[in-house]
């Protein structure tokens, strides 16, 4: 048991060294560090309750976008059937989650539903035997049901994910400088962490936008006072929609149709206003969408547009002239930073579906470096007191040699925490204050055994030997558990309470390791070099 | 050089009739038990809002806050069931005032009032404060949803369940399933005093006070094996010792250890409860607290208990005996 064979000895010196140069950039001032090569620049991860910064769960509400994909299918349904001749219907809606219909006249039926089998569509037109977007079924006579189908609805919301994933990356972090993540969690959630966040409202409101960018022609109602009063008690004519304006108390009445949306935009950027010098909004379209407003403005001289952002008019400038460049800018009241707050939103693009802060924790700098400093007074008085305990319980060779265990301990685990990439958080601090409690247990228990071997008059070495051997069992099966305990609390914790379970299972590992593999090394070396008579135990 | 190695001075072979103890400690674990049952029945525990859902934030006025102005913004916006705590600045910040703990419960989620409640709340509360006592530095803010404080707290009781059974399979595997019934109710023994002694004091009993639990199940489960493993090599050594008596000596070979384990683990945590700031008071409480239990039910309830299950000697038990005696 106490017999190291050479490559043995070298391996686990070469095991404690490479810790040891893990372990160091952690140690050292960040000047220090710099000076290291590439390798060596990894330290441990801090997590947000000790860097401070912003962490939210985001829910998106995927129940609006099926009921948008719904409407989408029954307008593609109506105008199929528009464009099919003479193919007319008793009636069309969305009902229960289904579009559901009722063909005039029985004879149009067969044909009807080949349409509806067209409009069917493969999921991933790329991948053979995918799966249809929707389901045609005949109920009946003349009427028919088109559902969505499971798998389409799956695409759908993984779709609206990560779309929403994209967007808000662009939204928060324009310059993709913060080391942010964001992360799909669940089946409608998103994890955003932003470390170091300063102004968390910001990041909020930004969250909270929709930029939905779209053009309209205004509506000749509009100039008539009479029409806009019926407007505002919701009677409109069919195809017109009624918005407020921004800074106004009255709306316009403007057509709901629009070819121009936030999807055309190419590029928007804050400026100043060529002649005025107030601050406007630039933007350039895509080639098709310039196309489409070259046409519309030069088709439409001397009426008005409306340039609408989430159901608000921003502005409805008269067309002076055809705008075929695809570029122009958008006037309203704004300030340099609205402009460049409104220029930001435009590029990042419209959220897909609305995103609702289910939980929020956010911690200021200051209140994260408090908790480091208490974290690590708390550390090294428990070191300290543990170390000057074992002193005075095991006299100066074991106690020194469950010392040193303890202190590798210590510095494996800022090791393997380092290589691993794994969050410290506080609880994780407290794991490791724990650990820095338990670890020397393993030598307690062999010393323990060693002295009542000894006292039942083994001689040293066969003492040593036994004790090494009879404790094997205790410590892996008092480590095992707290070992299942610590896995447990990671797969079913969540947050802060995965940091702990991270580092007091790496905790029980190394120290098993310090204790059985470390320890035993340098008791079998001071036992070759002294071959005491009498343990000093 | 003479070592002063106070382990010396525990005794070599101690010989306490722990075991004798039983019906005291059954008499004292069942009364605890019982106080600790009717303690959460009646009083409850002081739920944190990752299980009520609600939002907290602390603040940093500058100076000393005035917390009934503050409770009268609170009660004036309509949170009148807020709560307003001061709380000291860790000892070497440098900070001379107290910053203070705002929270306001779940607000209900209802149609009318949106999924945002707990946003618009937390918004209402800052603006309000600000009109009140003035521009103040938030230190942190939570804000935890109903549904996201439901999922919280049922993993919070499924993380427990789930390992305090894979333990007891564990040990099932490795003993004889008397060893393993006994383990688990010494786990749950201190489970539930621990649960008792925070519906007695009342301290926030939160998402880190289930990291605690589950640790103090590992902790006292560690003592608890340690001690098994003790009776499982005693009973292939004296086959013919009377089984009260094997567990007697098994717990005293093994008391020095439980000893200086409890008290390496005691330090450590003593300083992480008197210096490890606020955020890890309640932690380290029920950690110390845990230390405690674990210790006593490893001896006085573990331990007795395999009397009581009869436990039966051959069978599955083994283990590597030392060659002489």
């Given amino acids: 048991m106490l017999y190291f064979s050479k490559w043995k000895t070298l391996g686990i010196i070469a095991a404690v060294l490479f810790g040891f140069l893990l372990a160091l950039p952690n140690g050292v001032s960040s000047d220090v560090r710099e000076k290291f090569p590439e390798s060596m620049q990894r330290t441990v991860n801090l997590g947000l309750d000790l860097q401070g910064g912003a962490h939210m769960l985001l829910e998106v509400d995927l129940t609006s976008v099926l009921e948008q994909a719904l409407d989408n299918e029954l307008e593609a349904v109506r105008s199929a059937f528009r464009d099919a001749e003479r193919l007319q219907t008793e009636y069309l809606r969305v009902e229960n989650g289904a579009v559901v219909g009722r063909i005039r006249k029985a004879e149009d039926v067969e044909r009807a539903m080949g349409i509806l089998n067209d409009l069917s569509e493969a999921i991933d037109p790329t991948a053979l035997g995918s799966e249809k977007t929707t389901r045609v079924e005949k109920v009946g006579e003349r009427d ?130 060529p002649t005025g010098g107030y601050p406007i909004v630039n933007f350039s379209f895509n080639i098709k969408c310039a196309k489409i407003f070259g046409e519309l403005t030069s088709r439409n001289l001397g009426k008005r547009f409306a340039v609408v952002l989430d159901k608000e008019i921003i502005t409805a400038p008269r067309i002076n002239g055809a705008i075929t460049g695809g570029s122009g800018f958008i006037e309203g009241s704004f300030t340099l930073d609205s402009a460049r707050e409104l220029s930001l939103l435009l590029n990042a693009g419209a959220l897909p579906a609305k995103l609702i802060i289910v939980e929020e924790r956010t911690v200021s700098a200051e209140l994260g470096n408090d908790s480091i400093n208490a974290g690590k007074i708390a550390s090294i008085l428990g070191l300290i007191g543990v170390a000057i305990f074992m002193w005075m319980s095991y006299g100066l060779r074991f106690g020194t040699i469950a010392n040193l265990a303890l202190t590798i301990n210590i510095m494996l685990i800022a090791a393997a925490l380092s290589l691993l990439g794994a ?14 409690g338990m670890a020397v247990d393993a030598n307690v228990l062999i010393f323990e055994r060693i002295r009542e071997e000894a006292h039942n008059g083994r001689p040293p070495v066969n003492a040593i030997e036994t004790g090494y051997r009879l404790s094997l069992a205790p410590i892996l099966d008092a480590n095992i558990t707290t070992l299942i305990a610590a896995v447990t609390l990671y797969f079913v914790g969540s947050g802060p309470i995965r940091g702990f379970a991270v580092t007091l299972a790496i905790g029980i590992v190394m120290s098993v390791f310090t204790a059985v593999v470390v320890a035993r090394l340098m008791t079998a070396t001071w036992l070759r070099s002294r071959r005491p008579k009498k343990l000093p135990i | 050089m003479k070592d002063i190695s106070l382990v010396r001075f525990l005794p070599k072979e101690p010989k306490i009739p722990f075991i004798k103890g039983r019906t005291i400690a059954a008499i004292l674990s ?185 640790t103090i199940v590992g902790y006292s489960l560690n003592d608890t094996v340690i001690v098994y493993d003790r009776i499982r090599e005693n009973l292939r050594k004296f086959k013919k010792m009377p089984l009260p008596e094997v567990l007697n000596l098994s717990i005293n070979d093994t008391l020095s250890r439980t000893i200086l384990t409890s008290m390496t683990t005691l330090l450590a945590l003593t300083a992480l409860y008197f210096l490890g700031g606020d955020g890890l008071r309640g932690f380290s409480f029920a950690m110390i607290w845990g230390v405690l239990v674990g210790t006593y039910s490893s001896i006085f309830v573990a331990s007795p208990l395999l009397l009581i299950l009869k436990l039966k000697r051959g069978g599955k038990i083994s283990g590597e005996v030392p060659a002489e005696v």
């Fill in chain 2, 30 to 214: 069942t009364l605890a038990m019982i106080a600790s049952v009717y303690l959460f029945a009646t009083k409850g525990l002081n739920y944190g809002i990752d299980f009520t859902g609600g939002t907290v934030i602390e603040i940093d006025t500058g100076a000393d806050p005035e917390p009934d102005k503050i409770r009268a913004t609170l009660a004036e916006l309509g949170f009148g069931g807020g709560t307003v705590q001061n709380i000291a600045p860790p000892p070497d910040s440098g900070v001379d005032h107290d910053y203070v703990r705002v929270g306001i419960p779940l607000q209900p989620e209802t149609e009318e009032t949106g999924a945002t409640a707990q946003q618009d709340a937390l918004n209402a509360v800052i603006a309000g404060l600000k009109d009140s006592i003035g521009e103040f530095n938030i230190r942190n803010q939570d804000v935890v949803g109903s549904k996201v404080s439901g999922e919280l707290r049922e993993k919070g009781i499924l993380s427990i369940v789930l390992a305090l059974t894979m333990v007891l399979l564990y040990i099932w595997f490795r003993f004889e399933w008397q060893f393993g019934a006994g383990a688990v109710a010494a786990l749950f023994h201190d489970v539930i005093l621990t649960i008792g002694v925070f519906s007695l004091t009342q301290i926030e009993f939160n998402l880190s006070i289930i990291a605690a639990i589950l």
């Fill in chain 1, 144 to 273: 028919f049901k088109v559902t969505i189908t499971e798998a389409n609805i799956e695409a759908i919301q993984k779709r609206t994910i990560e779309q929403s994933i994209e967007v808000l990356r662009r939204r928060i972090d324009p310059t993709g400088t913060t080391e942010m993540t964001l992360a799909r969690e669940g089946d409608d959630r998103i994890l955003l962490q932003v470390p170091g966040a300063k102004n968390v409202g910001d990041i909020k409101s930004r969250i909270n936008q929709t930029a939905n960018l779209s053009f309209h022609m205004v509506r000749e109602e509009s100039n008539s006072e009479r029409a806009m009063q019926l407007a505002a008690q919701g009677k409109l004519p069919p195809g017109a929609v009624y918005y407020l304006q921004q800074d106004s108390p009255s709306g316009l009445i403007i057509q709901k149709r629009t070819q121009i949306t936030g999807e055309c935009l190419k590029n928007s950027s804050e400026g100043l206003h």
């Fill in chain 1, 423 to 436: 969050t410290l958080t506080l609880p994780g601090i407290a794991g490791i204050i724990l650990t820095i």
